[in-house]
């Protein structure tokens, strides 16, 4: 069943050194013009799709990219163009991603007006040196700032994303800024760690010597004291990188960890809608061109057999705090009833290793297995 939409803005006004987002620099002509494509490709996919126009959208999420690079009447003109096609109307959670650089009160008050409900700011770090380190165009002052406004505006669910085990970042320096994102009253925290992304100013870095990326254990480390001081400050780590405090856990990506059916738009956006899964192009200009004649934009495309289907929309619930239930998914999935006893089996190895441990019918991973996450998930297959 379809119920999550995401909208992929692919304008930046810069490159970030660890980035491996697709992104274009934003041009008037160009902003102007994408106001209408996601629409116009939701057009495309309806009609390939029919039996998922008529459904409730639960989940709008817009990232990027920088969405607010269209400016508040391109969003608006985008938002109505899209509600106009898929009715909106029982909508819970509509998130936009947006800098701190390009937040202002017009904005705000313009995504309230559509129905935007919750914020995430790419805030990264609260130190300034190394926020110019890695490319950001944004300092302290300024997220602070635009946490302020995004609060003022009325938007209860905020939250911020940080990364962890950025080059020349000390264990002092990460818990200011943890201590710092903990004063802040938010509600939800994102925390990742650094992936050196091939081809990005990082990567080349990396090569050329200028910076050291800090190792495994390094990368460990941060993200358990950050696992330690978010914990303490009442947010539950309820999915391997997102932290959020009780009733505001983003329901957009959870249904994306659940299993569920989701449509993408925009170039780099990914689809699934049943066994059919799709990846839209990196690249602007022949998404342009195939929507102006009209065509799909092109894609890679695949369909899925029905117990590969089953299998990835089931074990990637191991990233959930709320775990797996093998006997559950074997419910849902008739394919996976073989499985079931299988993967009771292997939990339970794997709970002797210290990796999972149950909770009632379910299995999740403990804190020693969140480190080794896509190892427990390859050992399900």
């Known amino acids: 069943m379809l119920e999550h939409l995401y909208i992929h803005v692919p304008f930046c006004d810069g490159k970030c050194h660890y980035c491996g987002f697709y992104s274009v620099m934003a041009e008037p002509r160009l902003t102007e013009l994408y106001v209408g494509l996601p629409a116009a490709e939701l057009v495309q996919t309806l009609a390939a799709h029919p039996h998922t ?14 969405p607010a690079l269209l400016g508040a009447d391109g969003l608006r003109r985008l938002a109505e163009t899209i509600n106009k096609i898929l009715p909106l109307d029982a909508l819970e959670e509509w998130t936009i ?22 914020v995430s700011l790419g805030v990264q770090s609260f130190n300034d040196e190394t926020l110019a380190r890695i490319g950001r165009r944004h300092n302290a002052k300024t997220a602070l700032q635009a946490i302020r406004l995004v609060q003022d505006a009325g938007f209860k669910n905020a939250g911020i994303d940080l990364i ?15 201590d710092r994102a903990l004063s802040l009253n938010l509600v939800h925290l994102s925390v990742y760690a650094l992936t050196l992304e091939p081809k990005t100013v990082m990567w080349r870095q990396a090569a050329a010597g200028s910076i050291s990326i800090p190792g495994d254990d390094a990368q460990l480390a941060a993200l358990s004291q950050a696992e330690r001081a978010l914990s303490q400050g009442g947010f539950e780590r309820y999915e391997i990188s997102n932290y959020a405090l009780p009733g505001f856990e983003c329901s957009h990506n959870l249904g994306v960890w659940r299993g569920n059916d989701y449509i993408g738009l925009g170039p780099a956006a990914a689809s699934r809608i049943g066994r059919r899964r799709w990846t839209n192009d990196e690249d602007l200009a022949d998404y342009i061109e195939a929507l102006a004649e009209p065509r799909e934009p092109p894609r890679s495309d695949e369909t899925l057999g029905e117990m590969d289907d089953a299998m990835e929309r ?11 239930d093998p006997f559950a998914a ?52």
Not at 164 to 170: I, N, R, W
């Open 53 to 66: 126009a008529h459904q409730p959208v639960r989940t709008v999420y817009m990232g990027g990219g920088t």
């Open 97 to 118: 991603e947006l800098n701190p650089a390009t937040v202002n009160a017009p904005l705000l008050e313009a995504l309230r007006a559509v129905g935007v409900n919750r």
């Open 164 to 178: 962890a085990g950025l080059p020349g970042v000390s264990a002092d320096e990460w818990q200011q800024t943890l």
């Open 314 to 324: 089931t074990v990637f619930a191991l990233r959930l705090h709320e775990g797996l």
């Open 330 to 381: 074997a419910d849902r999935f008739p394919e996976l009833r073989d499985r079931a006893e299988i993967w009771e089996e292997r939990l339970e190895r794997l709970a002797r290793e210290g990796i999972t441990e149950r909770g009632g019918r379910r299995w999740r991973l403990t804190a020693r297995g969140r480190e080794v996450c896509d190892a427990a998930i390859r050992e399900l297959y």
